[in-house]
């Protein structure tokens, strides 16, 4: 962790956690729609027959969420990549840019259990038994995290095992989560040489390849299901931070060791995100959509 970061003086509680810390809540962002501030329901509506209208008579218009450019272009808030000329795109970007900015909107908690605090932010963690407003804020960006990573929308195994870390931005925005639950074993990702090249050559078959494991289990302890950063934020060391403080709090009393935890199947960026963490490419996974904790994952295309 960066020598800037301060954790928390409290101590954890019997199960892991650190306790609750009164947190005042703050006030509600203007309501004035500038691309980072949800719509309301009735102007979202009205958006929407605006792009319909548009489609229908060949009208082009243009999406007012921070930016305005003809063709494909990506939105600097929610990173979504869209037509902009184009009113079924349009209104497709709508819906998710309103979602993804009412989700990572944090006003702040009467409790909150934080596990370490940074000159950026802070990193709290929420439990399957804690209030119901903050499992809503967790379901919430659990829906935009399985959106941009590709995921279906499941249930982890085992919700009520399961610890989800929030990196709280210092601007009071969710820019981070990591979904973390108990497993028994992994397998080892099997490392295929990389061909000779330039570096961004040697990248991109990194993106490209496709990655197989091991068939023989190896006993592991905890299961990341999800570990997201939020586009704008990526390349702060906010999931590596994220990761440094499951270690520390997942299980009581005992700091994980690499060798004990497991990712599941990773997309291109997490694969990449593992190796360079982990110090190699040949880590755990494990498959958190089956039923069973065992169950060998598929090799994955990367």
């Known amino acids: ?12 509680s019997a199960d892991g956690a650190a306790p609750l810390k009164n947190a005042p809540a703050e006030k509600m962002e203007s309501k ?15 958006e929407l027959k605006k792009h319909r209208e548009a489609d229908k008579d060949g009208t082009q218009t243009i999406i007012d969420a921070g930016q305005k450019h003809f063709g494909a272009v990506g939105c600097t808030v929610c990173g979504m990549l869209y037509s902009a000329a184009n009113p079924e795109d349009e209104s497709q970007h709508l819906l998710f840019h309103n979602q993804f ?12 259990r934080i596990l370490a605090e940074y000159p950026d932010g802070k990193i709290i963690l929420v439990l399957p038994d804690d209030p119901k ?12 995290v ?3 990573l590709g995921f279906q929308q499941v249930e982890t195994k085992c919700p009520s095992k399961t610890k989800t870390f929030l990196f709280i931005s210092s601007d009071k925005k969710v820019a981070g989560c990591l979904i973390a639950e108990h497993i028994e074993e992994g397998y080892r990702v099997i490392e ?13 078959f990194e993106r490209q390849r496709a990655w197989c494991c091991s068939t023989t289990p190896e006993p592991a302890i905890c299961g990341i299901s999800r570990i997201w950063v939020v586009s704008m934020m990526r390349r702060q060391g906010i999931a590596s931070r994220m ?15 690499k060798d004990e935890i497991a990712f599941s199947d990773p997309t291109p960026d997490g694969k990449l995100f593992a190796t360079k963490y982990f110090g190699t490419s040949q880590f755990l996974v494990y498959n958190f959509v089956s039923g069973t904790s065992s169950s060998q994952p598929k090799a994955g295309t990367l």
């Open 133 to 144: 407003y903050s499992l809503k804020k967790v379901e919430e960006i659990r829906e935009v």
């Open 146 to 148: 399985d959106s941009d």
């Open 192 to 204: 295929d040489p990389v061909p000779e090249g330039s570096e961004g050559e040697k990248l991109m």
């Open 32 to 46: 004035t729609h500038d691309g980072r501030t949800p719509l309301s329901e009735a102007s979202l509506q009205k």
């Open 243 to 257: 990761l440094d403080c499951l270690r520390n709090n997942f299980v009581f009393g005992s700091y994980l060791s």
């Open 1 to 12: 962790m960066p020598d800037a970061s301060k954790r928390c003086e409290e101590k954890p």
């Open 101 to 112: 900015i009412s989700a990572v909107k944090y006003v702040g908690w009467k409790k909150e």
